[in-house]
Each structure stands twice: as structure tokens, then as C-alpha cells.
């Protein structure tokens, strides 16, 4: 599988919802994993004896978790970037809130 890197713009606020999801597609990949392929791949091997058809079955099921690696992967990377954000705007507006006090000038030291 081709991997390409997209980049699209959303709102500051919008991102925890984002990665949320990110978080739920990740979730229910695996939910199916277990609920499904595994219980799959078992069955294809011990009742079926179908060694080909496990062996298909363990490489979907590591293809899945390569996905799901790739999107909490994307995901640690888009939150470093928002906690970047986050300090970033903290620190601006405490610079603004902060007056600024005017260096002294030799004149009132005199």
C-alpha cells in the first residue's frame, strides 16, 4: 500500500475534536480485529484447517494495525503542533497583558 501525505487546514479549537476521531477509527479497527479477524483466523486454522486462508488473515489483520500505527502516529505529531499552538498564544497574550515599562533614560538619572 502507497502511503501520500495531505495537508488541509481547520480551526485551532477544531483539532482535539479532529484527533478525537482519529482516535474512534483507531479504536474500531481494533475492536474489529479482535472481534472479528482473529476469531477468523483461528477458525480458518484449527477447524478448517486452511493454512493459506490463516496466513491471508494474519497479513490483513497486520495491515490494519500498520493503519492504525500510521494514524496515531499522525496524530502524536498534529498534537505536539496544537500544544505548540496553545503556548504559543498564552505567551503572546501574556506579553500583551504585561505593560510594557520604558527603558530610563540618562536624563531622570541625572
Known amino acids: 500500500m502507497q502511503r501520500v ?16 476521531n482519529f ?3 483507531s479504536k474500531n479497527i ?9 476469531v477468523e483466523a483461528e477458525t480458518n486454522l484449527t477447524t478448517k484447517e486452511n493454512v493459506i486462508k490463516t496466513l491471508q488473515n494474519i497479513e490483513d489483520i497486520r495491515q490494519s494495525m500498520i493503519s492504525i500505527d500510521f494514524r496515531l502516529e499522525e496524530s502524536y505529531g498534529i498534537l505536539l503542533g496544537y500544544q ?3 503556548l504559543e498564544l498564552k ?20
Do not use: G, R, V
Not at 477544531?14 to 478525537?20: A, F, G, V, Y
Not at 481494533?30 to 482473529?38: F, N, Q, V
Open 5 to 20: 501525505k495531505i495537508s488541509y487546514t481547520i480551526d485551532l479549537e477544531e483539532i482535539p475534536k479532529k484527533i478525537s
Open 30 to 38: 481494533l475492536k474489529h480485529i479482535l472481534d472479528k479477524d482473529l
Open 84 to 86: 505548540k499552538a496553545l
Open 23 to 25: 482516535l474512534n477509527e
Open 91 to 110: 505567551s503572546s497574550s501574556f506579553e500583551k497583558q504585561t505593560p510594557q515599562t520604558p527603558p530610563e533614560s540618562d536624563e531622570e538619572n541625572a
